[in-house]
C-alpha cells in the first residue's frame, strides 16, 4: 500500500518567516509529486509541481525534492497571513492508472 | 477561460433520495476524478474515469455511481444506499501521463452535500 505522509500541524510561523513543510512517500519509483494549497471550505489548488531531484522555484515557494531520502519538502518565504491554508501533498499511484496518493495534509498559521 | 464547473454549489438530500452532482471541463482532460472530503479528514477517491465510456471503483464507491459518456462531462449521483452523504465532493480532472509522467490534477470548486 503506497504512502504519502505529512505532519497535520497546526504549524505556526510569524509574517515575514520561512513556513517549511514535510512529506515522505513510501514508493522508491514515484516520479512526480504536487504541493496543493487548500482555504478552508475550498477546494485545493496546485501551487508547485517538482519532477526531479533538487529545488524548484516559484516566486516565494521552491520545492525540494530528495529521491534517496523519499521526502519532498515545500518552503515559504516571507509568509503571509494569507499564506494560511492546510497545505497537501501528492504522489502518484501504483500503475499507470494516473491515480494520485494523498497525504493528509498540514495546517499552516501564519500570524501578523 | 478553461476550467472545471462542478455545480450545484449547495445540495440537500431527502432520506431515501438519489441525488446527481454535475461535473463539467473544458480542458480537453482525459482523465476526471471523484472525491470525497469529510471536515479535517483528507481526500477520499470515490470514482475515476481514465477515457471516455470507461470508469474504474475508488477506494470508497460502495452508494455511489458515475457515467462518462462524454469527455467533458463526468456527473456523480449519490444514491440512496449511501447512508451518509453529508461531506464536500470534489471533481477534479488531469491529462494523466504526459511524457510518461502522471500530471496533476486540477479542482473544481466543489459541491457540499447535506441531509435534511
Known amino acids: 500500500q503506497k504512502e504519502v505522509e505529512q505532519n497535520s500541524g497546526p504549524l505556526s510561523v510569524p509574517e515575514g518567516a520561512i513556513a517549511s513543510l514535510n512529506c515522505t512517500y513510501s514508493?522508491?519509483?514515484?516520479?512526480?509529486f504536487f504541493w496543493y494549497r487548500q482555504y478552508s471550505g475550498k477546494s485545493p489548488e496546485l501551487i508547485m509541481s517538482i519532477y526531479s531531484n533538487g529545488d524548484k522555484e516559484d516566486g516565494r515557494f521552491t520545492a525540494q525534492l530528495n529521491k534517496a531520502s523519499q521526502y519532498v519538502s515545500l518552503l515559504i518565504r516571507d509568509s503571509q497571513p494569507s499564506d494560511s491554508a492546510t497545505y497537501l501533498c501528492?504522489?502518484?499511484?501504483?500503475?499507470?492508472?494516473?491515480?494520485?496518493?494523498w497525504g493528509l495534509g498540514t495546517s499552516l498559521a501564519v500570524n501578523p | 477561460d478553461g476550467g472545471i464547473t462542478q455545480s450545484p454549489k449547495y445540495l440537500f438530500r431527502k432520506e431515501g433520495q438519489n441525488v446527481t452532482l454535475s461535473c463539467e471541463q473544458n480542458l480537453n482532460h482525459d482523465a476526471m476524478y471523484w472525491y470525497r472530503q469529510d471536515p479535517g479528514q483528507g481526500l477520499r477517491l470515490i470514482y475515476y474515469?481514465?477515457?471516455?465510456?470507461?470508469?474504474q471503483k475508488g477506494d470508497i464507491a460502495e452508494g455511489y455511481s458515475v457515467s462518462r459518456e462524454k469527455k467533458e462531462s463526468f456527473p456523480l449521483t449519490v444514491t440512496s444506499a449511501q447512508k451518509n452523504p453529508t461531506a464536500f465532493y470534489l471533481c477534479?480532472?488531469?491529462?494523466?501521463?504526459?511524457?510518461?509522467?502522471?500530471?496533476?490534477?486540477?479542482f473544481g470548486d466543489g459541491t457540499r452535500l447535506s441531509i435534511l
Open positions: 514508493d522508491r519509483g514515484s516520479q512526480s
Open positions: 501528492a504522489a502518484p499511484g501504483a500503475g499507470n492508472n494516473r491515480k494520485l496518493i
Open positions: 474515469s481514465q477515457i471516455v465510456n470507461d470508469f
Open positions: 477534479a480532472s488531469s491529462i494523466g501521463r504526459g511524457g510518461g509522467t502522471t500530471q496533476p490534477q486540477h
